[in-house]
């Protein structure tokens, strides 16, 4: 009896929207034991292979057939970046995370996508650009000096399996940096091209937050696949990250979507979520300005606790429903990008 590939390939993709089922692409083969079907994913796709298998599994024995075996395997290439830049080698994927304002949980979500997509089997680093106030430090339990081989080069630190880099690792914590434009773009895109990153699948650079002159500097500079701008209800209602968007639409960085932090309350003694701001704005947000909404992430006093001890609740917490939306938005992020156009110099594809 033949399989019908087209019949299985559009069994969503567990948690992702039915237009990301293009970033996977599936290979079925009728073997005598049954079918041997394989999952190509464009972004680290690890986390869904358990769910999808068992779909699979499903929808071949509603048919009478039998599933001889299954795989998932990803993929992620490096996509295209703005203007005449290049991609950094070393680097597939630079991703921007910037924001209207600050205090919108930028870094804290910044950080835990970075996990997220490290849980997804990808090799990740995080880059924190905010001259004003570099938390990812702190957010990462990170302290001490980097090594620098030649006193040129700089080594990246390292938190649970992700690369960091960042300004407050490299000056007193205490020194208050008061650096002019020029001075702060030319510092953080050096920390940028001068830290010895591994080879990594994605790089998620922590942008200072606004739209002044550094951010637009830092959005002309650096190599972008993508941008994300983290918003909140308030930041919504008052139209700051509707700058952000147009910041990055102005020096052509594509904008991957937003993702709306502290959407909901969630309720640490029963758990019932509660939508203080009212429901959809990042939704209506989304469709208002034609970028996608990659997810909501809630307001939960684990995010604060957890950040504050520098553990992350998506490694404190693996098994909480606020990791898992968490890691549901960076598949969302990471598979948007991979429907993205290739670099035209593509470095290497990795496995991942
Ligand atoms: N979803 C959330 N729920 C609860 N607290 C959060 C959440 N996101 C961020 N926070 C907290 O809000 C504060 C600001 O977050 P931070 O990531 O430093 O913002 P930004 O980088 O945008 O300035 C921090 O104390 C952080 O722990
Ligand atoms: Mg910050
Ligand atoms: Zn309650």
New binding site residues.
């Given amino acids: 009896m033949r399989v019908d590939v087209s019949n299985l390939s559009q069994i969503p993709l567990p948690g992702l929207p039915a237009s990301l089922n293009k970033a996977a692409t599936w290979t079925v083969n009728p073997g005598p034991a049954g079918a041997e079907v394989t999952v190509s994913t464009g972004f680290p796709g690890q986390g869904l292979a358990a769910g999808l298998e068992a779909a699979v599994r499903e929808r071949l024995a509603a048919e009478g057939q039998p599933l001889a075996s299954f795989s998932l395997v990803s993929r992620v290439a490096s996509h295209a970046v703005q203007g005449s830049l290049s991609p950094l080698p070393r680097v597939r994927n630079v991703i921007a995370v910037g924001?209207g304002?600050?205090?919108?949980?930028?870094?804290?979500?910044?950080?835990n996508l970075a996990l997220a997509l490290a849980a997804d089997g990808a090799r990740v680093g995080v880059l924190d650009a905010?001259v004003y106030?570099p938390?990812i430090p702190a957010?990462l339990g990170l302290s001490g000096r980097p090594d620098s081989p030649d006193n040129k080069s700089i080594e990246p630190m390292r938190a649970f399996g992700v690369e960091a880099m960042s300004i407050g690792l490299l000056v007193d914590q205490d020194t208050p940096m008061i650096w002019r434009g020029p001075m702060a773009t030319s510092a953080l895109t050096q920390l940028l091209t001068d830290t010895l990153w591994g080879d990594l699948d994605y790089l998620l650079i922590?942008l200072p937050?606004g739209t002044g002159d550094i951010q637009l500097t830092l959005a002309q500079k650096i190599p972008v696949a993508g941008a994300v701008i983290?918003t909140t209800p308030q930041d919504i209602a008052t139209l700051d990250a509707k700058k952000a968007l147009k910041m990055f639409e102005k020096v052509e960085v594509p904008v991957l979507g937003i993702i709306e932090?502290?959407a909901m309350h969630t309720c640490s003694h029963c758990g019932h979520v509660e939508h203080l701001f009212g429901q959809g704005g990042g939704e209506r947000m989304a469709a208002q300005y034609g970028v996608p909404l990659l997810g909501s992430?809630?307001?939960?006093?684990?995010?604060?606790?957890q950040?504050?001890a520098g553990q992350p609740v998506v490694v404190a917490a693996p098994d909480s429903a606020?990791a898992q939306a968490y890691r549901q938005t960076a598949r969302v992020m990471a598979a948007t990008l991979a429907l993205r156009p290739r670099a035209s110099v593509p470095i290497a594809s990795s496995l991942v």
């Fill in positions: 924001s304002k600050g205090g919108v949980g930028k870094s804290t979500t910044a950080v905010d106030g938390s957010m922590d937050p983290v932090n502290m992430l809630p307001l939960d006093i684990a995010i604060r606790e950040a504050d606020v």
